[in-house]
């Protein structure tokens, strides 16, 4: 071979060695875009996951929210009857010993 053809040889494959190399960056590249995409959709798993979380932690404060307004409305129920029962009871109270008073004094 001659110097002239190693010489061609040589530059062709550093032609082609410089191709392959500019190749391999580009495929670094798009390895590397791939690779923040696929963070990027865990992102999106992540704040779907977290959207989810809060919708679930939001219904169940409204639903603690309700029980404690339903405990509210029970507990002035309960006074309510509380207070009846005993507006009874000295109803009674004071029948029994107003209409006993008055046998005694009659």
Known sequence: MSTANI??????????????????????????????????????????????????????IRQVATCVDQTGEKLAETAQSLAQMEADAQGAVNRYFGGETRALVE
């Open 7 to 60: 010489d061609m040889n040589y530059g062709g494959v550093a032609a082609l060695s410089s191709k392959v190399s500019g190749i391999a960056e580009d495929l670094g590249r798009t390895a590397s875009e791939a690779a923040k995409t696929s963070v990027s959709s865990q992102g999106f798993a992540t704040t779907a996951a977290c959207n989810e979380f809060s919708a679930t932690l939001a219904r169940q």
